[in-house]
């Protein structure tokens, strides 16, 4: 059934009284799917269609809603409602949830929670915002090294209900200090008998409290794994970060990316629940720097308008050059930019990536100097002495182009800030003042009449 339909058919149920039916087919929905059905239900139905889910559903469905939704529902939430519900939910998802609410909400989710989930939800706040501790979950599976597997698998089916996943789990010594890690597929393929020390693996990779995410989502990506190891620097197990977390956090940067290389300040909400006057905010000021940025372009050309008013062609091109420069740097900083957050290159590679980009960009140059000098003579009926103004300015802009916008992420990353911040936008600010001085300095030194 499309999601339309379920719509309607939940819609339908609620307005005919069929809770025992409407019942039925919320069993039979996905968490996620249930979310989107529930954004889009009147706000005084919310809470009866959550309260005929099952606890476990409710819970899932409740972490893929919209904040605003969340906060709807916990306000309407008894403190006793509230508290059996916090109870089904995971301590990460929980910490996530708390973030977004406002400070009452928030103090009142701490209040109804018991006081050893309090103690593990403050200690996760208190972890740096974009490091691993911040999006780690302490609900985890901890053996020890001289459990049989039988005693592993009694230990799983007492706990493992409570626990994020029971896939992976971790081996420590009686500190919870890491020695080791064994999965559940290690476990059933082993001899009941067999020592937990006899069968994990002793080359843990894991991640410190105050790890970048990046880094943490790097792991995840080279290793495959579900589930990453969190210790502290004493190497004691204090959490992990399961590959859901990991795959938000990578949707959340690569977003965040986009907007800022687009000029954006990033936002956490979705487009269609953003406010006019929230997105106006959000694009105004960077709209305003560029445009005051351009005033740079601005002077240059007036410093030539003299020159300009004699030779009038040459102003013809401006558009073609600036245009054809601000691409080449584009192109480059995107992937330096990429090439960083993949951690393909690092700022110590700069002389590397120099060298690169400028044999790249020298074959570049020639081949659209080559195109620009016979395009200025048969299509713009400029004389062979403009043509070979433009070429030579192509082949000299896209050069210094494609050198800017390779360097400038590198430097940027190197002093501590996102790259992404200076791509588009600035790089081609910078690269269309230099595109202008290069085309001026050039028609000058060849054109005796200027």
Same mark, same amino acid.
């Given at each position: 059934?499309?999601?339309?339909?379920?719509?309607?058919?939940?819609?339908?149920?609620?307005?005919?009284?069929?809770?025992?039916?409407?019942?039925?087919?919320?069993?039979?929905?996905?968490?996620?799917?249930?979310?989107?059905?529930?954004?889009?239900?009147?706000?005084?139905?919310?809470?009866?269609?959550?309260?005929?889910?099952?606890?476990?559903?409710?819970?899932?469905?409740?972490?893929?809603?919209?904040?605003?939704?969340?906060?709807?529902?916990?306000?309407?939430?008894?403190?006793?409602? #509230?508290?059996?519900? #916090?109870?089904?939910?995971?301590?990460?998802?929980?910490?996530?949830?708390?973030?977004?609410?406002?400070?009452?909400? %928030?103090?009142?989710?701490?209040?109804?929670?018991?006081?050893?989930?309090?103690?593990?939800?403050?200690?996760?706040?208190?972890?740096?915002?974009?490091?691993?501790?911040?999006?780690?979950?302490? /609900?985890?599976?901890?053996?020890?090294?001289?459990?049989?597997?039988?005693?592993?698998?009694?230990?799983?089916?007492?706990?493992?209900?409570?626990?994020?996943?029971?896939?992976?789990?971790?081996?420590?010594?009686?500190?919870?200090?890491?020695?080791? !890690?064994?999965?559940?597929?290690?476990?059933?393929?082993?001899?009941?008998?067999?020592?937990?020390?006899?069968?994990?693996?002793?080359?843990?990779?894991?991640?410190?409290?105050?790890?970048?995410?990046?880094? !943490?989502?790097?792991?995840?990506?080279?290793?495959?794994?579900?589930?990453?190891?969190?210790?502290?620097?004493?190497?004691?197990?204090?959490?992990?970060?399961?590959?859901?977390?990991?795959?938000?956090?990578?949707?959340?940067?690569?977003?965040?990316?986009?907007?800022?290389?687009?000029?954006?300040?990033?936002?956490?909400?979705?487009?269609?629940?953003?406010?006019?006057?929230?997105?106006?905010?959000?694009?105004?000021?960077?709209?305003?720097?560029?445009?005051?940025?351009?005033?740079?372009?601005? %002077?240059?050309?007036?410093?030539?308008? /003299?020159?300009?008013?004699?030779? !009038?062609?040459?102003?013809? &091109?401006?558009?073609?050059?600036?245009?054809?420069?601000?691409? %080449?740097?584009?192109?480059?900083?995107?992937?330096?930019?990429?090439?960083?957050?993949? *951690?393909?290159?690092?700022?110590?590679?700069?002389?590397?990536?120099?060298?690169?980009?400028?044999?790249?960009? &020298?074959?570049?140059?020639?081949?659209?100097?080559?195109?620009?000098?016979?395009?200025?003579?048969?299509?713009?009926?400029?004389?062979?002495?403009?043509?070979?103004?433009?070429?030579?300015?192509? #082949?000299?802009?896209?050069?210094?182009?494609?050198?800017? *916008?390779?360097?400038?992420?590198?430097?940027?990353?190197?002093? *501590?800030?996102?790259?992404? !911040?200076?791509?588009?936008?600035?790089?081609?600010?910078?690269?269309?003042?230099?595109?202008?001085?290069?085309? &001026? %300095?050039?028609?000058?030194?060849?054109?005796?009449?200027?």
């Amino acid at each position: 059934m499309e999601k339309e339909e379920l719509f309607e058919t939940v819609a339908t149920l609620l307005v005919s009284g069929g809770y025992q039916q409407l019942r039925a087919v919320l069993a039979e929905l996905e968490p996620f799917d249930l979310a989107e059905i529930c954004e889009q239900l009147n706000e005084s139905h919310l809470p009866l269609v959550f309260r005929l889910m099952t606890k476990d559903k409710a819970a899932e469905c409740f972490t893929n809603m919209d904040s605003d939704l969340q906060e709807l529902l916990i306000k309407r939430m008894s403190d006793a409602e #509230l508290k059996a519900f #916090l109870d089904e939910l995971f301590v990460d998802d929980t910490v996530d949830i708390i973030e977004e609410m406002p400070a009452n909400v %928030a103090a009142r989710m701490l209040a109804n929670s018991d006081p050893e989930t309090r103690e593990q939800i403050n200690r996760i706040l208190r972890y740096p915002k974009d490091s691993a501790g911040s999006i780690m979950t302490t /609900e985890y599976v901890r053996l020890n090294k001289n459990m049989s597997v039988a005693d592993a698998f009694a230990r799983i089916r007492r706990v493992g209900y409570e626990k994020e996943t029971i896939y992976t789990c971790y081996v420590t010594e009686s500190d919870r200090t890491l020695v080791g !890690v064994v999965t559940a597929m290690d476990l059933m393929l082993a001899e009941t008998d067999t020592l937990i020390s006899d069968l994990m693996e002793t080359n843990v990779i894991s991640a410190k409290t105050d790890d970048e995410q990046s880094s !943490v989502v790097k792991k995840f990506s080279d290793y495959g794994f579900l589930a990453l190891p969190v210790v502290d620097g004493s190497n004691r197990l204090v959490g992990i970060v399961t590959v859901d977390d990991a795959i938000d956090v990578a949707l959340e940067e690569a977003t965040e990316d986009v907007e800022m290389m687009a000029g954006i300040t990033p936002t956490d909400k979705p487009y269609l629940k953003t406010g006019v006057v929230s997105t106006w905010l959000s694009r105004v000021p960077w709209l305003m720097l560029l445009m005051l940025s351009a005033t740079l372009t601005g %002077a240059i050309i007036s410093q030539y308008e /003299e020159a300009l008013s004699h030779l !009038v062609i040459l102003t013809s &091109f401006i558009p073609m050059l600036m245009g054809t420069a601000g691409n %080449a740097g584009g192109q480059s900083s995107v992937t330096i930019i990429r090439a960083l957050s993949l *951690g393909d290159v690092v700022p110590g590679d700069i002389l590397r990536i120099l060298w690169k980009e400028a044999r790249v960009s &020298f074959l570049c140059g020639v081949s659209l100097a080559v195109v620009g000098y016979f395009k200025a003579i048969l299509l713009d009926g400029a004389d062979s002495l403009v043509a070979l103004v433009v070429c030579i300015t192509l #082949l000299a802009t896209v050069v210094a182009a494609k050198l800017v *916008g390779c360097c400038f992420p590198v430097l940027i990353k190197k002093i *501590g800030f996102d790259p992404a !911040v200076v791509a588009s936008p600035f790089i081609t600010t910078v690269i269309d003042a230099l595109a202008l001085v290069v085309y &001026f %300095a050039v028609a000058t030194a060849l054109i005796p009449t200027l």
